[in-house]
């Protein structure tokens, strides 16, 4: 499969604890975005890495949330003590940076905060 | 006021019928125009691009209007499978190429 893969599909934690989530983009690929999607809404820009440079993040990334890339390959998500209200899917996109209207989805990680 | 707004629905239409979906998006700079699909519990997958001078694909047709700032999605002959949420989608080439989504509009197709 040459699509977006993403790691672990799904994960419920305690409040509290820290969890990280992997994303493997299409392997040529130069962009990846990440985004958050809660019940009831479409999908939230959180933030996005050309190669190994992560170039924005959202306000909505707060202090205790953490993205890297660093080999401009996959790239993970960290979020710190996490609260309820993260509770959300997490979504991973790639592109080319020259067609970068074209993002491709990965499945997604299901994260459940108790 | 959200950037990019539509109609939650959901909208209940029986198999053949004809349905449309309206989203307008308030930012005018906004350059780049979708619909995206998205089935229960998956990720959303591009339906289309949307053009000012329309584009159709199959029984789906999607229209621009930048003056109105408003899109639409009409889909003819509907089939049970296309019973989903459908996601208006914009882009600006500001930094980033970041996708701004509408909360979506549920379809449910019955037979």
């Known amino acids: 499969d040459t699509g977006v893969s993403q790691n672990p599909r799904h994960k419920i934690t305690k409040r509290g604890q820290n969890v990280t989530f992997r994303c493997d983009p299409i392997?040529?690929?130069?962009?990846l975005y990440w985004y958050r999607q809660t019940l009831g809404q479409g999908p939230e820009f959180l933030t996005y890495?050309?190669?190994?440079?992560?170039?924005?993040k959202s306000r909505l990334l707060s202090d205790r949330f953490s993205a890297e890339r660093p080999k401009g390959s996959f790239s993970t998500l960290e979020i710190q003590r996490t609260e309820q209200g993260d509770s959300a899917m997490y979504l991973c996109?790639?592109?080319?940076?020259?067609?970068?209207?074209?993002?491709?989805f990965g499945p997604g990680t299901r994260l459940t905060v108790l | 006021r959200k950037e990019v707004e539509q109609d939650p629905g959901p909208f209940n239409v029986p198999e053949g019928a004809t349905v449309a979906f309206n989203c307008t998006y308030s930012?005018?700079?906004?350059?780049?125009f979708f619909w995206y699909r998205q089935d229960c519990r998956k990720e959303p997958k591009l339906l289309m691009s949307?053009?000012?001078s329309g584009n159709e694909d199959g029984r789906f047709t999607a229209q621009l209007n930048r003056a109105s700032q408003y899109i639409s999605l009409l889909i003819r002959d509907s089939k049970l499978s296309d019973s989903a949420t459908y996601l208006c989608?914009?882009?600006?080439?500001?930094?980033?190429?970041?996708?701004?989504f509408g909360a979506g509009t549920i379809l449910r197709v019955k037979s």
């Open positions: 989608v914009v882009n600006r080439w500001e930094y980033g190429n970041k996708l701004v």
């Open positions: 392997s040529e690929h130069n962009r």
């Open positions: 930012n005018s700079a906004s350059q780049s």
């Open positions: 949307v053009y000012s």
């Open positions: 996109a790639s592109s080319l940076a020259a067609d970068a209207d074209t993002q491709y």
């Open positions: 890495f050309q190669n190994e440079a992560q170039l924005e």
